[in-house]
């Protein structure tokens, strides 16, 4: 599967930004699909992980309450709805595709796109 990620921005403290990404192929809906950021100078961190039909998503402390990930797999498409944003949100954001496992681990993953870009001001 190809990703495609789109929405990034600049965006004050407080405010929100949705996320989309775009998959290629019939077997999108074969995929856990994850997100994942990686700030200027800092290790590539999990941020959401969704199951192939929705039904579970898993967060680190650092985003639960604030983001929410989602799917359409009619529309071979995942989200990520950013809320009450803080500067240290600011990264380069990417999606990515497993058919294991609902993993935080980005090894888990082996499909990932190219990332949007993400600027949370104080």
């Known amino acids: 599967v190809q990703l495609q990620a789109s929405g990034g921005g600049l965006v004050q403290a407080g405010g929100s930004l949705r996320l989309s990404c775009a998959a290629s192929g019939r077997t999108f809906r074969r995929y856990v699909m994850g997100w994942f950021r990686r700030a200027p100078g800092k290790e590539r961190e999990f941020v959401a992980a969704?199951?192939?039909?929705?039904?579970?998503?898993y967060y680190p402390d650092s985003v639960k309450g604030r983001f929410t990930i989602s799917r359409d797999n009619a529309k071979n498409a995942v989200y990520l709805q950013m809320d009450s944003l803080k500067p240290e949100d600011t990264a380069v954001y990417y999606c990515?595709?497993?058919?294991?496992?609902?993993?935080?681990?980005?090894?888990?993953?082996?499909?990932w796109g190219q990332g949007t870009l993400v600027t949370v001001s104080s």
């Open positions: 990515a595709a497993n058919t294991a496992v609902l993993s935080g681990s980005s090894h888990a993953y082996d499909n």
């Open positions: 969704i199951s192939w039909n929705g039904d579970s998503t």
